[in-house]
């Protein structure tokens, strides 16, 4: 069966410094993945997604970017901080075409 | 474009009762699909059902259930028997056939009164 694990948890960063998520998945090959970001109490705004390795499609012009290094692994980076960046941040992979969406447990980012 | 309508901000229903959320999406496409999805409060997203367009019959699973109306573009969702566990954030969510981006709706907040 298929795994998603997203890391860390919970994030505190000061502004200005850099920021890296982490996201991989398990029991699968040559998944779509996708990083979200969700405000509180409001829905999902896609980032980033990926069809392949070294392959980013960026929907959101911002100070973050995405890399795909591994085919099952999905790297989120900031090199300075913001306080806008703060949010529920989700990972989710998609196995097959057509297929739903599913979703790592988050990471919820505070920038001070 | 596609977008994903869910009109209902926030709603609540009494244990154990039943409660029907609904959502509308505007598409040109005949083929697609459609979900919803589960955010409780630790944030988790969680796929409750899904629902193939070219399907007539209405996907079910347990006490969750759909009313899909092609023509109507609609495509509510019915949780019977409510229970204290089913209040959270429910989004409904549309997939274009061989596409990679799934459209979300805005979402509703389902409270569940004992």
């Known amino acids: 069966s298929q795994t998603i694990h997203q890391w860390p948890a919970t994030l505190v960063q000061p502004v200005g410094s850099p920021l890296s998520l982490e996201c991989t998945v398990e029991?699968?090959?040559?998944?779509?993945l996708y990083w979200y970001r969700q405000a509180a109490g409001r829905g999902l705004q896609l980032l980033f997604y990926?069809?392949?390795?070294?392959?980013i499609s960026s929907e959101v012009p911002q100070n973050l970017s995405a890399s795909r290094p591994q085919d099952r692994q999905f790297i989120l980076s900031s090199k300075k901080l913001l306080l806008s960046d703060s949010g529920f941040y989700l990972c989710a992979y998609q196995q097959l075409t057509n297929q739903p969406q599913h979703f790592g447990d988050g990471t919820r980012l505070s920038i001070l | 474009a596609q977008t994903v309508t869910q009109s209902q901000p926030e709603m609540s229903v009494q244990e154990a009762e039943t409660v029907t959320l609904s959502c509308t999406y505007d598409?040109?496409?005949?083929?697609?699909?459609l979900f919803w999805y589960k955010q409780p409060p630790s944030r988790q997203m969680i796929l409750v059902i899904r629902q193939e367009a070219y399907k007539q019959q209405n996907a079910t699973e347990n006490r969750f259930s759909v009313n899909f109306q092609k023509a109507a573009k609609s495509f509510s969702l019915k949780i019977s028997d409510s229970q204290l566990g089913d209040a959270a954030m429910y989004f409904c969510a549309y997939l274009k056939t061989s596409y990679d981006k799934v459209i979300f709706g805005p979402g509703t907040s389902l409270s569940v009164i004992p």
């Open positions: 598409t040109s496409e005949s083929d697609y699909y």
């Open positions: 029991g699968t090959s040559n998944p779509n």
């Open positions: 990926s069809v392949g390795i070294g392959q």
